[in-house]
Each structure stands twice: as structure tokens, then as C-alpha cells.
């Protein structure tokens, strides 16, 4: 089978509109989410990552002086345009594209038409600006469509449908968004707290990113980081809930370890799902356990950037891509003490570890999980 690489990447977020901006901001341990006043959004203050209009605009206007894009429409063709500008030898065109978002263009519906409010308006719009002779595929899988889009492409490569893929997510901070979570009593009065026992909530946030996967090692530029294994399942538990017993999330785990070759304990570093919200992070916790991982470090970054939906699993790949390039870990942020009936291993403060493996998870509505193996070649 072949081994797919994670070549390059680009982030655009609250902490920054490059990658290397944001890995700078997590070492600093500075959050995305702040008091968020802003009628357009909701009525009353709440806490939340949002990337600000006019530095977007500003960024934006380096590409293209066209007005005619939406907010995450800017996001995201911002975001490829920087890691085609930094990988001159990446022809989308030539590309497999996929694009993961769960409510796309979802503000559209406020408006005049709610033409863009269809997810294959987004998929339209990348296919014009980039002259793209295929349409992209849309991936929407509620909040595992991120991880769930690079395991796509993986299968893409390894199916020999193309050589090389770019993966592409994003969503909006949105009314839409923040009122289901509102209705659930599920969003935390303050930045949220994965894991700690005195978590209240989700901290919901946006963001775009995308990533380029390739078969030839050729445009391998840094580390060789490779996706070894994946795998997503289903615990039919409840259209919200997910599993008390943590099954599907377990058997993702399970599955991708097998594809990739290897045994539990020989991951070294778990970026979790870790929404903050009472039942997502037992189950995880459950999950882990199960697997025999309760010793492995965890983290969950949605203290950095809020929970960005389709962008947060591809997201959360990109940042453990580099943490394996630079043997490095950060801190769970907003966690004080464990708050979960099964021990699991939260990291407190950043530090330097010797990595080769990391596991990526990713839960959402629907029951639906999924597992990344993510590895660094060692010689």
C-alpha cells in the first residue's frame, strides 16, 4: 500500500494567518477565544474564537481585490492561495480536492438568495478561482469531517485516483451555530476547559486550513510525516449523545492501529477531540482507556481555537504534524484538575518529548468518530 504523506500545510485562525504564526501563539499559550459583543453573531456576549473582519480583509486584498466572496469563502481561498505561494511545485489542477466544512456558507441564508447556503456553492467557487478541470469533493460529516476528509484522501491516493490531494476546511462562528449549542445549554460561560472537573461547556469557534497529501516522497521538504493508519465508525448511540461506552471512538482506535502496524503503547502523544462538554470528554476518556492508553500524553486544542467544526480535526492534524517535526507538546489549555471518571494523561504545561507516533481523534453529532495514525519516519 502507499504511504501517504502530509507535505505541507497553511492555518488561518484567531491566533494567526499562517501556520508557523499559530505554532508561536500555542507556545505562548495564547488563546483564540475572547468576549465575543457582536449583534451580527448573537444577541448577547458570549466567549468565542472569531477572526476579525478587517485583518481578513486586509489579508484578503493581498490576493484579490474581488468583493464578491463571503467571509469563509476568503478564509479559505486565502488559505490555499498561501500554501500553493509556498509550494511552487504544487499544481492543484493535477489535484484531488476535497473540502470539508459541516454548515458552509450558512449566513447565506439571511440574505436576498440563499443560493450559497448549498455546500456545492463552496465547491463551485474553489473550482473557479483555481480553473479547476474536476469539482471538488464536499465532505460534510458533522465534527469529524476534518479528520475524516484527510483519511478520504489518503484512500484517494492509495486507490490511485491521484497522486497527490489537497484537503481543504472551514466554517463560520455563526447564529446558526450557537444557537443549537445555546438550546443544548452546552456553551461555556468562560474559555472552555477540556477535561478539568471544572469544565462548563463548548467554546465554539472559526477557522480555515488546508493541507497537501501526496504519494512522492520527492516533495517531501522537512520530517517525512505520514498518515499509517485510519479508520471512522459509527455508535448509533443518539442523533447528539455520544456512546457511554465510548464503542465507535474505540473501534476507530482500534482499526486504524491495526492498519498501521502497531500496538497501543507505541503512540506517544494523543491531540483529542475535547469539546469540554460533560459527555464528549467522558466518553473520550472511556474510549482511551479501553484502548489501553490511559498512561499516553492528551491534549485537547480547543482551549486555542474554540471548536471550529470542519476545520478543528484538520486543524489539530496540521499542529500534531508539526509537533512531531519539532518534538513538542503543548499544554491542555484551561485544564486544572481531571475531570473524568477514567484516568487519562493531560498535559499541563508545554515540553519537549521525543515523538514518532501521534493518535488524532474526532467525535461528533450522529455518533460518528474517527482515528488518524499520524507518523514521523525515523532512520
Given at each position: 500500500?502507499?504511504?501517504?504523506?502530509?507535505?505541507?500545510?497553511?492555518?488561518?485562525?484567531?491566533?494567526?494567518?499562517?501556520?508557523?504564526?499559530?505554532?508561536?501563539?500555542?507556545?505562548?499559550?495564547?488563546?483564540?477565544?475572547?468576549?465575543?459583543?457582536?449583534?451580527?453573531?448573537?444577541?448577547?456576549?458570549?466567549?468565542?474564537?472569531?477572526?476579525?473582519?478587517?485583518?481578513?480583509?486586509?489579508?484578503?486584498?493581498?490576493?484579490?481585490?474581488?468583493?464578491?466572496?463571503?467571509?469563509?469563502?476568503?478564509?479559505?481561498?486565502?488559505?490555499?492561495?498561501?500554501?500553493?505561494?509556498?509550494?511552487?511545485?504544487?499544481?492543484?489542477?493535477?489535484?484531488?480536492?476535497?473540502?470539508?466544512?459541516?454548515?458552509?456558507?450558512?449566513?447565506?441564508?439571511?440574505?436576498?438568495?440563499?443560493?450559497?447556503?448549498?455546500?456545492?456553492?463552496?465547491?463551485?467557487?474553489?473550482?473557479?478561482?483555481?480553473?479547476?478541470?474536476?469539482?471538488?469533493?464536499?465532505?460534510?460529516?458533522?465534527?469529524?469531517?476534518?479528520?475524516?476528509?484527510?483519511?478520504?484522501?489518503?484512500?484517494?491516493?492509495?486507490?490511485?485516483?491521484?497522486?497527490?490531494?489537497?484537503?481543504?476546511?472551514?466554517?463560520?462562528?455563526?447564529?446558526?451555530?450557537?444557537?443549537?449549542?445555546?438550546?443544548?445549554?452546552?456553551?461555556?460561560?468562560?474559555?472552555?476547559?477540556?477535561?478539568c472537573k471544572n469544565r462548563t461547556?463548548?467554546?465554539?469557534?472559526?477557522?480555515?486550513?488546508?493541507?497537501?497529501?501526496?504519494?512522492?516522497?520527492?516533495?517531501?521538504?522537512?520530517?517525512?510525516?505520514?498518515?499509517?493508519g485510519d479508520a471512522s465508525a459509527?455508535?448509533?448511540?443518539?442523533?447528539?449523545?455520544?456512546?457511554?461506552?465510548?464503542?465507535?471512538?474505540?473501534?476507530?482506535?482500534?482499526?486504524?492501529?491495526?492498519?498501521?502496524?502497531?500496538?497501543?503503547?507505541?503512540?506517544?502523544?494523543?491531540?483529542?477531540?475535547?469539546?469540554?462538554?460533560?459527555?464528549?470528554?467522558?466518553?473520550?476518556?472511556?474510549?482511551?482507556?479501553?484502548?489501553?492508553?490511559?498512561?499516553?500524553?492528551?491534549?485537547?486544542?480547543?482551549?486555542?481555537?474554540?471548536h471550529t467544526l470542519g476545520a478543528?480535526?484538520?486543524?489539530?492534524?496540521?499542529?500534531?504534524?508539526?509537533?512531531?517535526?519539532?518534538?513538542?507538546?503543548?499544554?491542555?489549555?484551561?485544564?486544572?484538575?481531571?475531570?473524568?471518571?477514567?484516568?487519562?494523561?493531560?498535559?499541563?504545561?508545554?515540553?519537549?518529548?521525543?515523538?514518532?507516533?501521534?493518535?488524532?481523534?474526532?467525535?461528533?453529532?450522529?455518533?460518528?468518530?474517527?482515528?488518524?495514525?499520524?507518523?514521523?519516519?525515523?532512520?
Amino acid at each position: 500500500m502507499k504511504k501517504v504523506y502530509l507535505i505541507a500545510d497553511n492555518i488561518i485562525s484567531p491566533l494567526g494567518f499562517s501556520t508557523e504564526e499559530n505554532i508561536e501563539n500555542l507556545r505562548l499559550n495564547k488563546t483564540g477565544i475572547k468576549k465575543v459583543d457582536d449583534d451580527d453573531i448573537w444577541s448577547k456576549p458570549f466567549f468565542g474564537a472569531v477572526i476579525d473582519n478587517d485583518k481578513l480583509s486586509v489579508a484578503w486584498n493581498t490576493i484579490s481585490n474581488d468583493s464578491v466572496y463571503t467571509k469563509l469563502e476568503k478564509m479559505m481561498l486565502l488559505s490555499v492561495s498561501k500554501l500553493l505561494t509556498e509550494n511552487p511545485s504544487l499544481d492543484i489542477t493535477k489535484c484531488g480536492v476535497i473540502i470539508s466544512t459541516t454548515k458552509g456558507n450558512i449566513n447565506s441564508l439571511r440574505g436576498d438568495s440563499d443560493e450559497k447556503a448549498y455546500l456545492a456553492s463552496i465547491s463551485k467557487t474553489v473550482q473557479r478561482y483555481f480553473k479547476l478541470d474536476h469539482t471538488p469533493v464536499i465532505l460534510s460529516n458533522a465534527c469529524i469531517s476534518g479528520g475524516l476528509a484527510l483519511a478520504v484522501g489518503k484512500r484517494m491516493i492509495q486507490s490511485e485516483l491521484f497522486e497527490d490531494v489537497v484537503v481543504i476546511g472551514g466554517d463560520l462562528l455563526s447564529e446558526f451555530t450557537l444557537s443549537g449549542f445555546f438550546s443544548f445549554q452546552a456553551v461555556s460561560t468562560a474559555p472552555c476547559k477540556p477535561f478539568c472537573k471544572n469544565r462548563t461547556g463548548i467554546s465554539l469557534g472559526e477557522a480555515a486550513a488546508s493541507a497537501w497529501l501526496s504519494s512522492n516522497k520527492k516533495n517531501v521538504t522537512e520530517e517525512a510525516i505520514s498518515i499509517t493508519g485510519d479508520a471512522s465508525a459509527n455508535d448509533a448511540n443518539h442523533i447528539s449523545g455520544p456512546s457511554r461506552t465510548g464503542e465507535g471512538l474505540f473501534i476507530s482506535i482500534t482499526k486504524a492501529l491495526k492498519e498501521a502496524g502497531i500496538e497501543s503503547n507505541q503512540i506517544d502523544y494523543i491531540t483529542a477531540h475535547g469539546t469540554a462538554t460533560p459527555y464528549n470528554d467522558e466518553m473520550e476518556a472511556i474510549a482511551f482507556n479501553r484502548a489501553g492508553m490511559k498512561s499516553v500524553p492528551i491534549n485537547s486544542l480547543k482551549g486555542y481555537y474554540g471548536h471550529t467544526l470542519g476545520a478543528s480535526a484538520l486543524i489539530e492534524s496540521i499542529i500534531a504534524r508539526h509537533c512531531l517535526i519539532n518534538n513538542e507538546l503543548f499544554a491542555s489549555l484551561g485544564f486544572e484538575e481531571l475531570g473524568v471518571s477514567e484516568p487519562i494523561n493531560v498535559i499541563d504545561k508545554n515540553h519537549k518529548k521525543e515523538l514518532k507516533r501521534v493518535l488524532k481523534t474526532a467525535s461528533g453529532f450522529g455518533g460518528c468518530n474517527v482515528a488518524l495514525i499520524i507518523e514521523k519516519e525515523v532512520s
